[in-house]
């Protein structure tokens, strides 16, 4: 089946056109085109954490299936103030370079990124391998709470982006991202490892460690 797939901001940009023409087979679904533009296009690959997507004029999911002659548009992040702020538990690989652009702002005196990376080892065992399970709803929501109290607290924090993986991750992979773009520095450095802290004590992400003699469930994620 033919679907058009529309993009929009640095998307159209990235790409270097605004529309995008897909034969899919009959039942696929939104993820699949997603893959089919980034294979086409494979400089939008590290944007997909987060994407939107809509068909017409309603938001839909990864797994909605699409039909004959629907478009798709891909949304990157949104612009303006509280409104551009992310927060979001994804499978995708996640990217640094992404999520800093999805805090950038004109009226940001720095911007501070940390990233929660798998290691090789736990009190001298020796890790495969981590699965980490999540309540998506329930831990994007609490992503979010955590994010309105840095607005509070710190006032020139101009935006904030949180995102969590899910699934099977390897040694070296990133499993969190947050970034905080702040009007000045410390601003920055403290609403970062105030969220990191806060998330890795109240937000619904389960870690399953793997290692050559067995495996253990961790809860909450605990880092």
């Known amino acids: 089946m033919r679907v058009r ?33 980034a294979e086409r296009h494979p400089e939008l690959a590290r944007y997909r954490p987060f994407t ?68 090789n080892e736990t009190e001298g065992r020796s890790v495969k391998f981590l699965e980490y399970e999540a309540h998506a709803p329930m831990a994007e929501a609490q992503m979010r709470e955590i994010g309105d109290g840095i607005r509070a607290r710190w006032p020139g924090v101009r935006r904030v982006a949180m995102l969590h993986r899910v699934g099977r991750l390897e040694i070296g992979e990133s499993s969190v991202l947050i970034a905080v773009s702040a009007a000045h520095r410390q601003e920055a450095f403290e609403a970062c490892k105030h969220a990191i802290d806060t998330l890795k004590r109240t937000v619904p992400v389960w870690k399953k460690e793997h290692f050559e003699d067995g495996e253990v469930w961790v809860g909450f994620q605990g880092g």
């Open 5 to 37: 797939v529309r993009l929009f901001a640095r998307y159209r940009e990235a790409a270097g056109r605004e529309r995008i023409d897909l034969d899919l087979p009959e039942g696929g679904t939104v993820e699949s085109a997603w893959s089919a533009v």
């Open 52 to 119: 939107l997507f809509a068909v017409g004029h309603e938001y839909v999911t990864p797994e909605e299936r699409l039909h004959p002659d629907d478009e798709l548009c891909l949304f990157p992040p949104v612009s303006g103030g509280a409104g551009g702020d992310t927060y979001r538990v994804v499978t995708a690989p996640l990217s640094p370079d992404a999520i800093a652009a999805a805090v950038d702002d004109p009226g940001a005196g720095g911007i501070v990124i940390f990233s929660g990376v798998v290691r």
